[in-house]
């Protein structure tokens, strides 16, 4: 079974740019969540994806917004980047359940560097 | 707030002996915990879990311990080899609430 794939893997943008990153998780994983990596600060949640509707948000600002297809493949899109935003962007899925005590299973991530 | 805390953000460890990794959490509802070993310019990759109805889940050289009391689990990896080198996450969470990662611990194995 193939697994959680994410494109594009690097990306360059400049400030006050926007970027879309895409997510497709494992055939029949119908749950996507992304994350936010940057040094020092482990991964925090941004959100998650559960049949095309948002199911728990992190504590980011609204420039960060996602959303997910009817294909369970999902997109996140960061607009008026700032140069914090530099990260690894990690999205993962896991199998239908309630919320709690699913595995999740990871892409590579994308890195974003904004200049 | 930090619900999980990995306190050492790094630990050494001779080839063939034994690694033990550590993670605290605060919230009691948590009742199912994982561990993730990632390495650099690459996602996560999931290596166990173990439930809170469990104190011990073994998968190989990996073991996960939970102390529900103390709040606190560790992983060990016997006998440690230098391709555990990574860095290590653990994470939890309850029905109602994603994963909740910790910051992470490097592990060197020194050959």
């Known amino acids: 079974k193939a697994g959680v794939t994410q494109t594009p893997r690097y990306l360059i943008k400049t400030r006050g740019q926007q970027v879309t990153l895409s997510c497709s998780p494992i055939?029949?994983?119908?749950?996507v969540s992304w994350y936010q990596q940057t040094p020092g600060q482990g991964l925090q949640f941004l959100f998650e994806y559960f049949s095309e509707t948002q199911r728990n948000k992190g504590n980011f600002p609204g420039r960060f917004s996602g959303r997910q297809f009817s294909n369970s493949r999902s997109e996140m899109n960061v607009s008026t980047l700032e140069l914090g935003d530099s990260a690894l962007y990690l999205c993962a899925s896991s199998l239908p359940g309630l919320g709690g005590g699913e595995t999740q299973y990871f892409g590579p991530g994308t890195r974003l560097l904004v200049l | 707030d930090q619900q999980v805390k990995q306190n050492s953000p790094s630990l050494s460890v001779q080839e063939g002996r034994i690694s033990i990794l550590n993670c605290d959490y605060t919230?009691?509802?948590?009742?199912?915990f994982l561990w993730y070993k990632k390495y650099p310019a690459e996602g996560p990759t999931f290596l166990i879990s173990?439930?809170?109805?469990?104190d011990k889940n073994e998968d190989g050289r990996f073991t996960v311990f939970l102390n529900k009391s103390a709040k606190h689990l560790s992983l060990h990896i016997v006998p440690s080899q230098p391709g555990d080198s990574a860095v290590y996450f653990c994470a939890a969470s309850d029905s109602n609430t994603p994963l909740v990662f910790g910051k992470g611990t490097r592990l060197s194995v020194i050959a």
């Open positions: 173990i439930s809170s109805i469990k």
């Open positions: 919230n009691s509802m948590f009742d199912y």
């Open positions: 055939s029949g994983h119908r749950s």
